[in-house]
T-cell receptor, first 115, second 113 residues
Framework: DAEITQSPRHKITETGRQVTLACHQT?????MFWYRQDLGHGLRLIHY???????NKGEVSDGYSVSRSNTEDLPLTLESAASSQTSVYFC??????????????FGPGTRLTVL | AQSVTQLGSHVSVSEGALVLLRCNYS??????LFWYVQYPNQGLQLLLK??????LVKGINGFEAEFKKSETSFHLTKPSAHMSDAAEYFC???????????FGAGTILRVKS
């Protein structure tokens, strides 16, 4: 069955370190998204991609970067981790087709703690 | 920019009672609207989706939502709550292209026995 996976599921790091969170989907979806979830804020969009070599900034992109070298993967990098980036991170994907437009499929999440 | 407001960060109902979770959106163009559910320590799952085909949308697990353009609302209901419905529920609206989503802050539903 097609799925979307994230790794690691839990990560503890120190302030200033570079961290990369992996996202891999086997749906063959063109669209991929990264969100962070914080209490009282719901999910906020960090970066998104509509295809290979395409990346775009979302609502809360400062301090984060992504790259899209193939359809399946969209890794999220925290260039220099800060305590404010302690959060739960979700990756999602969706297809472009008219019938399923907007329906995003979510990974299980990565809980990141920055000390 | 589009936004979504969910009234009530926490809702508590008794098992068997009506569930009503409120969502209002702000948009000049009727968008796609969604309700997602998140069970503890899991990702989000799609409950239902409005695409302008019908104003009353039925989803999984007995949930439904009604789109009311005049009230810019998309409230989620279920006639009889079950213990397994305890979760966090998110309302979301798409951008005009239908690809990006803007989420509300979420409503945690508690079901009392």
């Amino acid at each position: 069955d097609a799925e979307i996976t994230q790794s690691p599921r839990h990560k503890i790091t120190e302030t200033g370190r570079q961290v990369t969170l992996a996202c891999h989907q086997t749906w063959n979806h063109n669209n991929m998204f990264w969100y962070r979830q914080d209490l009282g804020h719901g999910l906020r969009l960090i970066h998104y991609s509509y295809g290979v070599q395409d990346t775009n900034k979302g609502e809360v992109s400062d301090g984060y970067s992504v790259s899209r070298s193939n359809t399946e993967d969209l890794p999220l990098t925290l260039e220099s981790a800060a305590s404010s980036q302690t959060s739960v991170y979700f990756c999602a994907s969706s297809e472009l087709g008219e019938g399923r437009r907007g329906e995003q499929f979510f990974g299980p999440g990565t809980r990141l703690t920055v000390l | 920019a589009q936004s979504v407001t969910q009234l009530g960060s926490h809702v508590s109902v008794s098992e068997g009672a009506l569930v009503l979770l409120r969502c209002n959106y702000s948009s000049s163009v009727p968008p796609y609207l969604f309700w997602y559910v998140q069970y503890p320590n899991q990702g989000l799952q799609l409950l239902l989706k409005y695409t302008s085909a019908a104003t009353l949308v039925k989803g999984i697990n007995g949930f439904e939502a009604e789109f009311k353009k005049s009230e810019t609302s998309f409230h989620l209901t279920k006639p009889s709550a079950h213990m397994s419905d305890a979760a966090e529920y998110f309302c979301a609206v798409s951008d005009r292209g239908g690809n990006k989503l803007v989420f509300g802050a979420g409503t945690i539903l508690r079901v009392k026995s």
